[in-house]
């Protein structure tokens, strides 16, 4: 692989010599001229250091960073540790730790039953292979059955259908994300298009989709769902089931009415307590009035956890999803920290939790921010920036931003990318689509000009147990990192800070919320 060359004594000359790689200078991005200290903080980023640090973070020691999860409590004192190490200020409620306490439910087991009787046979459906839209006590009692092909009701089957189950068999998601989607959009057209018809139930024969998520599997149990974020079952109950004798009895059946019924009997949930943090560092920025106006460098710090019922590797370690950017804000953090000029702007590296679980920790952050929010000029979230391997290609040397068009933050990260010979561009798929699957959302929504960088969204071991730290690729991850610090420093340097772009009707929401926070800023 081609050498980054960042080496201190060369890092203003590589600069020049790299303007262009990756396309031609913007004329309002200007070349940021590093000064001999920054060039030597960004030289200090190190491939070496974060395999060290991503080694420990997605070792089998810490079971894969559930939320919650004693794994998840060892990562958030070992990214402490790290920003303790670098001196950065503390920036929680408890020392580095912006601490949270959450009410989570959780399946309960006792006194489950899931049945279905066909022509005087009644199968007992193993908890195991249920699986249920929500998480709340309900009841079917010898329910009818209505079998429907999927993407095959009309209008007439109405009558029919309105206070029975109706039985229909889900196609298989695929595993790229493109046909992902369109086959979950796909699902879900024809799930709300029955639902429309009224049924007590709607129950999906998923052959083989659910092994491992049943409802009162380990996966269940160990991933409870948070008051307040879970849905609770209502007409019509979104049942899905993967047995193989009800798989024999669905396809046994014809088209319409059957002779089949259907009970299920489901108690209240478990509930439990947990206390859950956010791990914030700070660098306090130089100039007198920017000092307290604050650019964020995020990342996610949890992972999917383990499954304990299936056989051999049944770790889901999370290196790149999400220990990669975890590292990343570890090193940048160490490097930047080491400036003897710091920059104008204060910077604030922060490690959400929960972020598998629906952006737990970014917006608990966004309602209880410890930086004010109309005082917070940009931020920047890292997410999967350590495999270059890709169904889409090689990705060495190249960085996406998610919503790349809705604010002035691409820009900066673009420039900063043609400064260190990286090309930064706009994924025309899943630029816009992507934009709400990471803690940059959150941040969003309360108006914080806020975009995910990413290397690869696609990889071969995306959310699977195969996602080892011995697969990243260090070497471009420093690369992209030290990126991400000249576009702190830019932003940090900045006296004017990025603003929405109010041409975009896609960021028209963001806009009004920073109007509402900060309107000077958009002017």
Known sequence: MKKSGFRPSAWVFSLSLLLGAAGQPR?????FTLTPDQSEALARISAGSMRGHLSFIASDALE??????????????YIAAQFRRSG??????????QSSRWTMISPNPKNFRFTLTDSGKTLDIPASKFSMLGIGAASLDRVA????PFEEHSLRVTGAVEGKAVITELPATAQEPPAASQVSRRRQEFINRVAALRPAAIVGIDRGERRDSGYFSSRAVRHPQFVGLVSVPAPPLRITVDDASVNAAFDAMAPGDTHATISLNLSAPLTQEAVLRNVIGLLQGSDPVLKDSYILLSAHYDHLGTRPQLEGDNIWNGANDNGSGTVSVIEIASALATLRERPRRSIAFVAFFGEEHGLLGSRFY???????LEKTAAAINLEQVGRTDSP????????????????EVS??????????GISVYK??????????RSDNQALADVGIPSHTLCVAFDYPDYHRPTDHWDKIDYENMARTDRMVALALLMLAQDADPPRWNANNPRAARYLKAREEKHPETQR
């Not at 004329?27 to 070349?31: A, D, R, V």
């Not at 059955?145 to 429907?148: G, L, M, Q, Y």
């Not at 889409?392 to 604010?407: L, N, V, W």
Request: hydrophobic share 30%; no cysteine; net charge negative.
């Open 88 to 97: 950065l200020e503390p920036a929680g409620d408890d020392g580095y730790f």
């Open 411 to 420: 820009k900066v990260i673009r420039a900063a990318g043609e400064q260190a």
């Open 64 to 77: 894969g960073r559930d939320t919650p999860s004693a794994g998840l409590e060892i990562a958030a004192e």
């Open 27 to 31: 004329e309002q991005n200007p070349p």
């Open 392 to 407: 889409e290609g090689d990705q060495h040397g190249k960085a996406r931003i998610t919503g790349f068009d809705y604010s």
């Open 145 to 148: 059955v209505v079998k429907i």
């Open 366 to 372: 966004a309602k209880h921010p410890v930086f004010p």
């Open 427 to 436: 994924d025309g798929e899943t630029s816009d689509d992507y934009f709400s």
